[in-house]
């Protein structure tokens, strides 16, 4: 069984090769990242039973930022909680 240092010496590797960046990197794989934050938000929600809802929104926008992705999921509630048209006022209801 390898060790800890093993592995780690194993990610490196793989982190550092050009084809694994391009991969992570792609629409699919920042896809999958939104699914999964997404459910992992999920889970939590009704883990905890809604107490915690606006903690893991925010934990869940944070992923969401980190991973590239858009912040508009099947979670995102309130005001400003999808993408906005650029000079867009979401407080004035006129266009």
Do not use: C, W, Y
Not at 12 to 24: D, S, T, Y
Not at 42 to 47: L, M, N, Y
Request: glycine share 16%.
């Amino acid at each position: 069984m390898a060790g800890f240092g093993s592995l780690g010496k194993i990610a490196m590797g793989l982190a550092r090769n050009p084809k694994v960046r391009e991969a992570l990197n792609s629409p699919q794989a920042k896809q999958m990242g939104s699914k999964v934050v997404d459910r992992v938000a999920e889970a939590a929600d009704k883990a905890t039973k809604g107490k915690h809802q606006d903690k893991i929104q925010n934990a869940r926008g944070q992923a969401q930022k980190h991973l590239g992705g858009p912040d508009d999921g099947p979670q995102a509630q309130g005001p400003g909680a999808g993408p906005q048209a650029p000079g867009s006022d979401p407080g004035n209801p006129r266009p």
